[in-house]
């Protein structure tokens, strides 16, 4: 029986919880499974993926292993001011604005880690928590969350600064999916 207790990342020395149907590490890892791997691990292992079974499983557990350090190399950090030409009649960020930066940062992003043609396939669940005013310092973050075979998601936060304050907080969270292609724009394998 594997040790429960043993659930740490290796990419960033966080816990992460086990769960069927894709390797969920943290915030920083998912690698998602096929249909016969997924079978073979509700067969063999019932609903636990945590460090002990996954050296169980070394094409997964190695892939996991190798695309830690491009993960995090990956990670895109880009600083703005909100001026007024980008804002709306409440004198805040325009909606579209924030999604043509964060689909620009999740590009560069998704670029970085496969380093191959990519497109915006889909975004979901964008959530807009807190308006960003004029005269704002906005910070936009872009990490892969998940390595399919030729998709991949990446994660793009925008947390907004006050101009002349030590005050920080996450303003808007969402999820961009790409696609590798090919000169032909068919789908290539991101890795």
Do not use: W
């Amino acid at each position: 029986m594997p040790n429960h207790e043993d659930k740490i990342c290796p990419a960033c020395g966080k816990m992460f919880e086990c769960k069927l149907g894709s390797i969920t590490i943290c915030h920083c890892f998912s690698v998602q499974l096929s249909k016969a791997e997924n079978q073979y691990l509700q067969e063999r292992y019932k609903d636990c993926l945590c460090n002990e079974c996954l050296q169980k499983i070394p094409k997964l557990y190695q892939k996991m292993q190798e695309y830690a350090p491009q993960i995090q190399a990956a990670e895109t950090r880009l600083f703005k001011v909100v001026f007024p030409n980008t804002t709306n009649h409440y004198d805040t960020l325009f909606g579209g604005t924030a999604l043509q930066i964060m689909d620009e940062v999740a590009f560069i992003t998704a670029t970085r880690f496969c380093r191959k043609r990519v497109v915006t396939v889909s975004s979901s669940k964008i959530d807009f928590k807190k308006s960003i005013p004029a005269d704002t310092i906005i910070e936009v973050v872009g990490r892969i969350v998940r390595v399919g075979r030729t998709s991949l998601d990446v994660e793009v936060e925008i947390f907004k600064e006050e101009m002349y304050e030590n005050k920080r907080e996450q303003a808007i969270k969402g999820t961009f999916t790409f696609v590798a292609i090919d000169e032909n724009k068919k789908p290539i394998s991101v890795v």
